[in-house]
T-cell receptor
């Protein structure tokens, strides 16, 4: 049981490049979310999913796409990277009334 | 989701119990109390949650008052690795927002 696995752990992108941040969980959790955290700030919700095939926007969705074709995977796509997207990205999952299990994060720098 | 109030900082001696309080006087009947912590530069870590009854797991105990307006997270034997910011969150797990709002939390420093 690996929990929530995020890859890559570190990434440097050039402005305008696209990439996908991977997130996988092996706990059969129905809820999954993507957050970003900037220095000295709290978590901001980007997108979330309440089950396979269902996604919705959080508070800062612009510039990001998600899909949830399986229960296990919830990738986050950056369409055209911008310096403002430099951040630490966390994926998380939960089930029922349980708390969120977070991944270890992806540290993204856009230059 | 109900608002919570926590002290900004606390200190604890290594090996002693750390008792972290949280006020949530506007909590409604279907809202749970969740505790998370975040160690510097790491992802948030879920600790424990409860609705009405006291709860215990391998990490901590959660004591919720009978009127549910406050709670206390207890780390029974704090270690240096427990130094972190601890967040108390009140939310509805079903039908509520998926957005986690951590607030400012309590910075717990465990001293040798």
């Amino acid at each position: 049981n690996a929990g929530v696995t995020q890859t890559p752990k570190f990434q440097v992108l050039k402005t305008g490049q696209s990439m996908t941040l991977q997130c996988a969980q092996d706990m059969n959790h129905e809820y999954m979310s993507w957050y970003r955290q900037d220095p000295g700030m709290g978590l901001r919700l980007i997108h979330y999913s309440v089950g396979a095939g269902i996604t919705d926007q959080g508070e800062v969705p612009n510039g990001y796409n998600v899909s949830r074709s399986t229960t296990e995977d919830f990738p986050l796509r950056l369409l055209s990277a911008a310096p403002s997207q430099t951040s630490v990205y966390f994926c998380a999952s939960r089930t029922g009334v349980g708390g969120y299990t977070f991944g270890s994060g992806t540290r993204l720098t856009v230059v | 989701d109900a608002k919570t109030t926590q002290p900004p900082s606390m200190d604890c001696a290594e090996g002693r119990a750390a008792n972290l309080p949280c006020n949530h006087s506007t909590i409604s009947g279907n809202e749970y109390v969740y505790w998370y912590r975040q160690i510097h530069s790491q992802g948030p870590q879920y600790i424990i949650h409860g609705l009405k009854n006291n709860e215990t797991n391998e990490m901590a105990s959660l004591i919720i008052t009978e009127d549910r307006k406050s709670s206390t997270l207890i780390l029974p034997h704090a270690t240096l690795r427990d130094t972190a910011v601890y967040y108390c969150i009140v939310r509805r797990p079903q039908g509520g927002s998926e957005k986690l709002v951590f607030g400012k939390g309590t910075k717990l420093t465990v001293n040798p």
